[in-house]
């Protein structure tokens, strides 16, 4: 799995962006939400902007931030974070690299999914993490 997502990281790393700005304005809207509420202490709103999929994996809130919290600390407290490169991968579905500093100092690439929902909201449908000694968009 680990292997999967490094693969799939530098892929995305590799090709341009092809979705169209609004769209990725749009999804990065979603992101942002959620790792500011994270940062706020607000985790329901953080929740919130996860997908149906996640949603039936963590039924609960407090499912949830255990999954958050105990696998994805960067994630749930970071320092900072910038966007790196996005990809189109359907029409209802964007790839977001996100460059984040952890609460450790340390850098990290996550990569997340996110899809087109019937209300018009990207949602989170997965995020891969991973650890890095210097990154570069």
């Known amino acids: 799995m680990r292997h999967a997502a490094i693969v799939f990281a530098a892929w995305l790393c590799a090709i341009p962006a092809l979705a169209g700005d609004a769209e990725v304005k749009a999804a990065q809207g979603s992101i942002s939400g959620q790792l500011q509420?994270?940062?706020?202490?607000?985790?329901?709103?953080?929740?919130?902007?996860?997908?149906?999929?996640?949603?039936?994996?963590?039924?609960t809130l407090d499912a949830f931030?255990?999954?958050?919290?105990?696998?994805?600390?960067?994630?749930?407290?970071?320092?900072?974070?910038?966007?790196?490169?996005?990809r189109e991968?359907?029409?209802?579905?964007?790839?977001?690299?996100?460059?984040?500093?952890?609460p450790d100092g340390k850098d990290y690439e996550a990569v997340y999914t996110l899809e087109l929902?019937?209300?018009?909201?990207?949602?989170?449908t997965g995020v891969s993490l991973r650890a890095a000694n210097s990154l570069s968009t």
Not at 66 to 85: A, E, I, L, N, W
Not at 119 to 124: F, N, P
């Open 37 to 59: 509420a994270f940062r706020a202490g607000d985790n329901a709103t953080a929740y919130g902007y996860a997908a149906p999929n996640v949603k039936r994996i963590f039924p």
């Open 89 to 102: 991968m359907s029409p209802s579905a964007i790839a977001q690299q996100v460059l984040i500093v952890g």
């Open 117 to 124: 929902q019937p209300d018009g909201i990207w949602r989170i």
């Open 65 to 86: 931030m255990g999954m958050v919290t105990g696998g994805y600390k960067p994630v749930h407290r970071p320092q900072s974070f910038d966007f790196g490169k996005s």
